[in-house]
C-alpha cells in the first residue's frame, strides 16, 4: 500500500527554494536579447553618471575657432584627436555634450515612466478590481487620453506654461500613463476572478491588503515590461519635443537638440545628426530588447 | 470475454523518453499491449502515468520535446512509428480517430458543427457537397443528437457538453475508422450526461468494427464498458486483463491500491439527528444574477439561487449535490458574502451574514472558511506558503509568534512538512495544495468550513486522503462542515446529510443512506441510477492484501 503514498509526499526537504523571481533570474541569464541589451543600458547609466569624470570637455565651453571639427575617422586636416566626435557649429566638443546629454535622456526617461507608472498603474489596478463605476469613469479617462494626439497636446502645454527639464517631465509623464492603465487593468480582472483572492476575502485582509500583497505580485510582470517600453516612449518623445524647440532649452546638452540643432547642416556636415541619432537608437534599443527580453522570461508559458 | 481475432492495434516495447530534468527517464517504458476489433480496451491510471502520451504517440501527435526511443506500434500490419507526415494525416481520421476530453476546446468554434464533420469527408473522401451533406446528417442521426438539421447549422458554443461530445463522437467515427482512441472523454461532463455517452459508445461498438482505447481514471467508468483493462503506473504496465480479472480479482498492490480508493456506495447507515447547537441557519436565500442586454442579445434574468432554506448543526457534514449549473456554488459564495444575496437570511453562529456591512463583516468573516476546487488557482504562486498562511491570523489580531506556532501546528495536522513554509506553491503537487490550503483556511480557528468541489481535481486515492484529513479535523477541532461536490459517491463517503439541488432549487433533503437507498424526487433517482459501475460489486481490499487492513491511520 505504500505505492501510493510516494506520490502524496515526497521528500523536498533538501530542495532548493524555487522563488518565482530566482525562477525568472536563472531564465532571464540565459535570455541573449535581454543581456545585450541589459549590457547596453548599464553601459549607457554608468556613462551617465561618471559623465564629469569621462567627458573630456566642458560640453558648454565654445571655441568659435574651433567650429564644425570633424570626427576623427574623417579624412580631414582638422580632424583630432583632441575632438574624437568632432565640434559642433559652435564650436563645443561633441563628445562631451553626447555624454552630458545621456544624463538628459535617462533622467526623462525614469522620471517620466515613474511618474505615468504610478499613474497608469493605480487607475488600473482600481479599474480592474472595483469594476462597476470606477471601471466605466476609468475607461473613459483612458478613451479620454487615447484620443488626445500626445505630442500637440504637449506643445500646446509647453508653450504656455514655458519649457523646462521638470516641465517637460511633468508633461511627458502625465500624457503617456494610458498603456499602463489599459494593461494592468486587464491583469487585474484576470487576477480578481482567482481563488487566492477570495480566499484572503474571506480571511478578512483588507481591500488595500489584497491590492498589495495578494494582485501587486501578480500584476508586477507586466508592469515592468510596460514600464521599459514607455521609458523608451519618453526618450523619444523628449527628442522630439527637444527638436521642435518646445523640450530642453539651450545650452543643456540633449540628443533631441543636438539633433535639431544640427539639421541646418544636415547636408553638409551629415554626421552631426548621425552621432546623437546612433546614440538615440542604441539606447531606444536597449530599452526595447530588455522590454522584448522581460516579456520573454515572465511569459505565463514559461512559468511553473 | 476473450476475442482470438487478430489486433488492429499491438503495441510492442514502446519507450518514450522525457527530455531531462523530469524525475522519470520515460514517460512510458516497454509497454505492450493489443487492443482487437470490436473490444472496448481501457488504460487506466492517474495523472501523470503515461497514459495519454501512449495514444497520442499511436497518433502520431507527441509533441516534439517526447521521442519514442524503442519499440513499435503496428496498426493495421504497419508499424506507425515508421511513417512519415503524409501517411501519418492520410490515416489519422480515416482509419484511426481519436476523441478528446475536452469538447469545448476541441471543436473550432469559428465554424458550425455540420461543417466541421464535413471536413473530414472533404479532406479524405471524393463526396460532393450533397453527399458530404448527407452523410453528415445520417452520423448525427447515429449518436442520438436531436434535429439533425438543426443542428448542422449550429455554432459549437450553442451546444451543451454532451452534445459536443457527441459531435467529436460523430466526427471520428465518420470514415469508420478501425481504431477510436477515446482520452477521457466523459471527465468533463457531468454524471448523467457521462451515463449517455458511456452508453452510446457501447452501442456504437456493437454496431461498428472499430477497436476502442478508451483512457480513463476513473475505475467505476472501467466496470461500465471495459473488455480488456490495462493499469498503467509511472509510465509501465503494472496489470493488464480481461475486466472481469482485474475488477473482481486484482493481483498488483497498486491496482489494489487503486480500487480500494474507489468510493463506495453508502452503506446504509442511520442519520443520527444530533443533539449540538445549530451553527449554520439560513432562511429563504436568494440571488439572482441579470445579464444586461445590448443591441445583440436580449437581457436574461437567471435565478441561481431559489428560496434556500437550512440548518446544520456543529460537528455535522452537510453535503450540497448538484450537476453544473445547480446553483451550489453560488449558494456558498452567497453564504460566505463573496457575493451578495437578494434576500433572505444567513445566520452563522449567531451572526446575521446577510444583513451585515461588508466592513462590520470583517471580524466575523474568520468563522466561515472555504477550501476551493483548482489547487493551481488558490495558492498566491507569487508569496511564500508561510506569509499565507500566517496571514490570516495576522489580518484577526493575532500576535506573530503565536500565529507561527498555528501554523506549524496546523501543518502537522494536515500532514505537510514544516519547511513548507519557505517554499512557493510552485513546488507542490495538487494534492499537497490542498492540503495547505486547508491549513490556510484553519488558521483563524472557523467554526465552519466550506470544501467547494475541493477534491474533484484529485487523483482518486490523494482524494482518499483529503477526505480521510476533513472528515479527522472535523472531529478532532469541532468544525461544521458544508461539502459541496457533483459526486454522489464521494458525498456519500464524508457526509451525514445530503442536500441535493437543482436549477437552483434544493429538490431533496436527507441522510445520506435514506438519499442512496430510498431517493425521493425523480432527479435524485436519475443521479444515482448515472453513477457508473452500478453492477460491479467492488472487491474488499482487506480479503485480498492483509497490508492493506494493517495500514497506518494518518500516513500519507
Not at chain 2, 519499440?71 to 512509428?81: C, W
Not at chain 2, 432562511?283 to 444586461?292: C, D, G, I, W, Y
Request: aromatic content about 6%; hydrophobic content about 45%.
Amino acid at each position: 500500500m505504500s505505492t501510493l503514498e510516494n506520490n502524496s509526499l515526497e521528500p523536498m526537504a533538501d530542495a532548493p527554494v524555487l522563488s518565482p523571481g530566482k525562477v525568472m533570474l536563472s531564465h532571464a541569464k540565459s535570455h541573449r536579447g535581454l543581456m545585450l541589451g541589459g549590457l547596453v543600458i548599464l553601459t549607457i547609466m554608468l556613462v551617465a553618471i561618471f559623465a564629469p569624470l569621462l567627458a573630456p570637455h566642458d560640453p558648454y565651453a565654445q571655441v568659435l575657432s574651433r567650429k564644425l571639427v570633424p570626427p576623427v575617422w574623417f579624412d580631414s586636416s582638422k580632424a583630432t584627436w583632441d575632438h574624437i566626435l568632432g565640434t559642433d557649429h559652435l564650436g563645443r566638443d561633441y563628445l562631451s555634450r553626447l555624454i552630458y546629454g545621456a544624463r538628459i535622456s535617462l533622467l526623462i526617461g525614469f522620471s517620466a515612466m515613474l511618474i505615468s507608472g504610478v499613474i497608469g498603474t493605480v487607475l488600473g489596478i482600481c479599474a480592474g478590481y472595483f469594476g462597476g463605476r470606477v471601471d466605466m469613469v476609468i475607461s473613459f479617462l483612458i478613451t479620454t487620453r487615447l484620443s488626445m494626439p500626445v505630442v500637440l497636446v504637449a506643445l500646446a502645454v509647453i508653450s504656455i506654461v514655458g519649457s523646462s527639464l521638470t516641465v517637460v517631465i511633468w508633461v511627458i509623464g502625465l500624457l503617456i500613463w494610458d498603456r499602463f492603465a489599459v494593461v494592468v487593468r486587464s491583469a487585474t480582472q484576470q487576477v480578481r476572478g482567482l481563488d487566492f483572492v477570495a480566499s484572503a476575502r474571506a480571511l478578512g485582509s483588507s481591500t488595500p491588503r489584497i491590492l498589495f500583497s495578494e494582485v501587486m505580485p501578480n500584476i508586477s510582470n507586466h508592469v515592468i515590461v510596460i514600464a521599459t517600453l514607455e521609458m523608451a516612449h519618453a526618450i523619444l518623445l523628449e527628442a522630439a519635443l527637444s527638436f521642435l524647440g518646445l523640450g530642453v532649452q539651450p545650452p543643456t546638452p540633449s540628443w533631441g537638440l543636438m539633433i535639431s540643432d544640427a539639421k541646418g547642416l544636415m547636408f553638409f556636415d551629415g554626421w552631426l545628426i548621425a552621432v546623437p541619432g546612433t546614440a538615440l537608437f542604441l539606447l531606444v534599443l536597449a530599452i526595447n530588447l530588455v522590454g522584448d527580453g522581460l516579456r520573454d522570461v515572465t511569459a505565463p508559458e514559461d512559468r511553473n | 470475454m476473450t476475442n482470438t481475432t487478430k489486433p488492429i492495434l499491438s503495441i510492442r516495447n514502446l519507450t518514450v523518453a522525457l527530455p531531462v530534468k523530469i524525475e522519470r527517464a520515460n514517460a512510458v517504458q516497454n509497454l505492450t499491449f493489443d487492443v482487437r476489433p470490436k473490444e472496448i480496451l481501457c488504460v487506466v491510471g492517474e495523472s501523470g502515468s503515461g497514459k495519454s502520451i501512449t495514444s497520442l504517440a499511436t497518433m502520431g501527435l507527441l509533441a516534439s520535446s517526447l521521442r519514442v526511443t524503442g519499440g513499435e506500434i503496428e496498426f493495421d500490419g504497419r508499424d506507425v512509428l515508421t511513417l512519415d507526415q503524409a501517411e501519418h494525416n492520410a490515416l489519422r481520421g480515416d482509419r484511426m480517430a481519436m476523441i478528446f476530453q475536452e469538447p469545448m476546446t476541441a471543436l473550432n468554434p469559428a465554424y458550425t458543427v455540420g461543417d466541421q464533420i464535413a471536413e473530414v469527408f472533404r479532406v479524405h473522401r471524393d463526396y460532393d457537397g450533397d453527399e458530404r451533406r448527407k452523410r453528415t446528417l445520417k452520423l448525427l442521426e447515429e449518436v442520438r443528437l436531436p434535429d439533425p438539421e438543426r443542428l448542422y447549422n449550429s455554432y459549437p458554443h450553442q451546444l451543451s457538453g454532451g452534445q459536443r461530445q457527441r459531435i467529436m463522437i460523430a466526427m471520428a467515427l465518420a470514415l469508420d475508422p478501425k481504431l477510436l482512441i477515446a482520452d477521457e472523454p466523459t471527465t468533463a461532463l457531468d454524471v448523467t450526461t457521462q451515463k449517455q455517452i458511456l452508453h452510446l459508445l457501447k452501442q456504437l461498438n456493437a454496431n461498428h468494427d472499430a477497436g476502442i482505447m478508451f483512457i480513463t481514471h476513473d475505475f467505476s467508468v472501467v466496470a461500465e464498458i471495459a473488455d480488456r483493462v490495462v493499469v498503467m503506473r509511472h509510465g509501465q504496465i503494472v496489470e493488464q486483463g480481461t475486466a472481469q480479472e482485474v475488477l473482481s480479482n486484482p493481483q498488483h498492490p497498486y491496482t489494489r491500491a487503486l480500487i480500494d480508493a474507489v468510493p463506495r456506495r453508502a452503506q446504509d447507515r442511520d442519520h443520527v439527528v444530533s443533539e449540538h447547537p445549530v451553527v449554520i441557519d439560513v432562511q429563504n436565500l436568494n440571488k439572482t444574477f441579470h445579464t444586461a442586454g445590448s443591441m445583440f442579445k436580449k437581457s436574461r434574468t437567471v435565478s441561481a439561487v431559489k428560496n434556500i432554506s437550512f440548518q446544520v448543526r456543529r460537528g455535522e457534514t452537510l453535503g450540497i449535490v448538484g450537476e453544473s449549473g445547480s446553483g451550489k456554488t453560488t449558494l456558498v459564495r452567497c453564504l460566505m458574502r463573496l457575493i451578495d444575496p437578494d434576500s433572505g437570511a444567513i445566520n452563522i453562529s449567531g451572526v446575521d451574514f446577510a444583513s451585515q456591512t461588508s466592513a462590520a463583516l470583517r471580524q466575523h468573516r474568520k468563522d466561515i472558511q472555504i477550501v476551493f476546487q483548482d489547487p493551481y488557482g488558490s495558492l498566491n504562486p507569487r508569496r511564500t506558503i508561510g506569509s499565507q498562511l500566517i496571514q490570516g491570523a495576522i489580518n484577526f489580531g493575532v500576535s506573530r509568534e503565536e500565529a507561527w506556532d498555528r501554523v506549524y501546528k496546523l501543518l502537522e495536522i494536515v500532514q505537510m512538512p514544516k519547511y513548507s513554509v519557505h517554499r512557493y506553491p510552485s513546488q507542490f503537487s495538487g494534492g499537497q495544495r490542498q492540503r495547505l490550503c486547508i491549513a490556510r483556511a484553519l488558521v483563524v480557528n472557523p467554526k465552519v468550513l466550506i470544501a467547494d468541489e475541493a477534491v474533484s481535481a484529485l487523483d482518486v486515492s490523494i482524494q482518499r486522503e483529503v477526505l480521510k484529513l476533513i472528515n479527522d479535523i472535523r472531529d478532532r477541532l469541532g468544525l461544521t462542515v458544508i461539502f459541496i461536490t457533483h459526486d454522489l459517491r464521494v458525498a456519500a463517503q464524508i457526509c451525514d446529510e445530503v442536500l441535493v439541488m437543482k436549477h437552483g432549487e434544493v429538490v431533496e433533503r436527507g441522510g445520506v443512506g435514506r438519499i442512496f437507498t430510498a431517493p425521493e424526487h425523480d432527479y435524485t433517482k436519475a443521479l444515482i441510477a448515472a453513477q457508473p459501475g452500478q453492477d460491479w460489486e467492488i472487491p474488499m481490499m482487506a480479503e485480498f492484501a492483509p497490508q492493506a487492513a494493517a495500514r497506518k491511520v494518518g500516513t500519507l
